[in-house]
């Protein structure tokens, strides 16, 4: 059977900048032949992230995540349907998922890598288990729970940077459903800006691109900021942790501003801005949503729950093809996305 799969062409360098050159799309023979326990997936959507710029080095930097392999087919979150099944836990039609999907057009995966996932839980929206009902929204919920230390009718003010964002646009979002009074937004249009307010529910955004930062959080946030959903780090992250009241917290999502620097993870903080953190007992603790996989079951029907009910507003950018799948990584890496960055790939 002839597919199409897209590899990785080339690194951009540990402080290169990605494009969609990086990566080639190629046809290849899948095997017909299926082994026990092996199903054979039609893809529908690819996810693509923030986290896969540290994919393309030869060195990912982590023991969790391992670097793509130079003209070798290309992985991440992804979803399909069941065609063909030689394990007894999966059907043909079944609905499926996985964190390591190859971004191909159909692919032959092991029954242990994947899951069945129920397209009503999301109004058959099945793009959403890629999203806010997937890892980004387990990471934005179990973040603000496990080190945001909010706790209901404490007036907390949240600030979010990278606030338009897959992850940034649910947590603001999350933060008022388990009890923070007030959340500002940071992001990088006016469109963004206003898409936080009028539809997702934040007090305020604030454009870095356009405004002063540090100027508007003194006056959105007058009482202080008392936990950050860092998004970017940079000098945003050191803008918002100059207005960061004493014992409040930073809940470390992502740096997006220093992925395509050779700066360890996550990265040190400038002296003045340590400073600040330690003399305010700030916490600053690294948020891997990967060690609370026993709660994802729990948390992920909460999620589902609130887009149902409409309290969790989810906001996605469609790509078509798996051709432009480098072309949406290079948008997205370069805040062309609003929401989830999703690459259609099938129907």
Not at 192 to 221: H, P, T, W
Request: aromatic residues 6%; hydrophobic residues 40%; proline residues 4%.
């Amino acid at each position: 059977m002839i597919i199409q799969r897209v590899v990785l062409n080339s690194r951009p360098g540990v402080n290169g900048v990605p494009t969609a050159e990086n990566f080639h799309m190629e046809e290849a023979t899948l095997l017909d032949k299926m082994s026990e326990g092996q199903i054979k997936v039609r893809t529908l959507y690819l996810s693509v992230d923030p986290y896969m710029r540290c994919r393309m080095n030869e060195n990912s930097g982590s023991d969790y995540i391992l670097p793509w392999k130079l003209s070798e087919v290309a992985s991440g979150g992804g979803i399909g349907i069941v065609e063909e099944s030689k394990d007894a836990c999966f059907s043909i039609g079944d609905f499926v998922t996985s964190f390591n999907w190859p971004w191909q057009t159909t692919a032959i995966l092991d029954g242990k890598q994947i899951e069945k996932i129920d397209p009503h839980l999301v109004d058959g929206h099945l793009s959403y288990f890629l999203g806010a009902a997937g890892l980004t929204g387990l990471t934005s919920l179990l973040g603000i729970r496990e080190k945001g230390h909010v706790t209901q009718g404490a007036n907390q003010t949240m600030v979010v940077s990278g606030a338009a964002g897959a992850c940034g646009s649910l947590a603001g979002q999350i933060g008022f459903l388990v009890g923070c009074s007030r959340v500002v937004g940071i992001c990088g249009t006016n469109e963004k800006c206003s898409i936080l307010v009028s539809e997702m529910g934040f007090d305020a955004a604030i454009n870095y691109k356009e405004e002063d930062v540090v100027q508007q959080l003194r006056v959105l946030c007058p009482g202080g900021v008392d936990v950050y959903f860092d998004n970017v780090g940079g000098d945003i992250s050191a803008a918002v942790i100059g207005q960061m009241n004493p014992n409040s917290h930073i809940i470390l999502c992502g740096q997006i501003s220093q992925y395509n620097k050779d700066v360890p993870y996550p990265p040190p903080l400038p002296p003045a801005t340590e400073e600040i953190r330690k003399a305010r007992n700030i916490t600053r603790e690294r948020f891997l949503v990967l060690n609370y996989m026993d709660k994802y079951p729990a948390s992920t029907m909460q999620l589902c729950q609130w887009i149902k009910e409409g309290k969790l507003k989810v906001r996605e950018t469609v790509v078509k093809g798996l051709e432009n799948i480098g072309a949406a990584f290079q948008s997205m890496m370069s805040g062309g996305n609003i929401g989830k960055q999703i690459v259609h790939v099938s129907d």
